[in-house]
Each structure stands twice: as C-alpha cells, then as structure tokens.
C-alpha cells in the first residue's frame, strides 16, 4: 500500500502508516470544508446581486431637455 523511499527497515517505515492515513483523511475532509465554504461564498455573493439586481438611478442628472445628452446639474 504505501511504498519505502527511505533508508528505514520496513518496520520502521509502519510505524508511520497511522500517521499516514490520518494525512489522507484530514486531507479528504480539508477538501469537503474548502468546496463547501467556496459554495456558501458563491452562494452568498449570487443571492446579493439578485437582491439589488436593477435599474441604477442617477441622481442629480437630468433625462430629456435640449439635445440627447444628459448634462449635469448647474
């Protein structure tokens, strides 16, 4: 299962498989806890620009008037 890259005798070497193993599954769960935050964050963000989604309103611009262009207040 795991293979020897050290100058250890092999028993030595499954002295560290508990540790090992415990490498892996924290791992695992690392990677479970970082897609769900990301999720929740994605989440978050997507329900916030659909509560404010619309039309921005302009204050102190004036629609219509002379021309097509819009100028600013005097």
């Known amino acids: 299962m795991y293979d020897s ?3 250890m005798s092999p ?3 499954r002295t560290f498989i ?3 193993e415990r ?3 924290a791992s695992k769960s690392a990677t479970v806890v970082g897609f769900g935050l990301a999720g929740a ?3 978050l963000v ?3 620009v659909l509560a404010f989604w619309g039309p921005i309103q302009q204050t102190g611009f004036e ?3 002379e ?3 819009t100028s600013a207040p005097k």
């Open 5 to 7: 890259f050290t100058s």
């Open 11 to 13: 028993e030595e070497e």
């Open 18 to 20: 508990p540790f090992e």
């Open 23 to 25: 490498m892996q599954t």
């Open 41 to 43: 964050i994605g989440a």
């Open 46 to 48: 997507i329900i916030i």
């Open 63 to 65: 629609e219509g008037g």
């Open 67 to 69: 021309g097509s262009t």
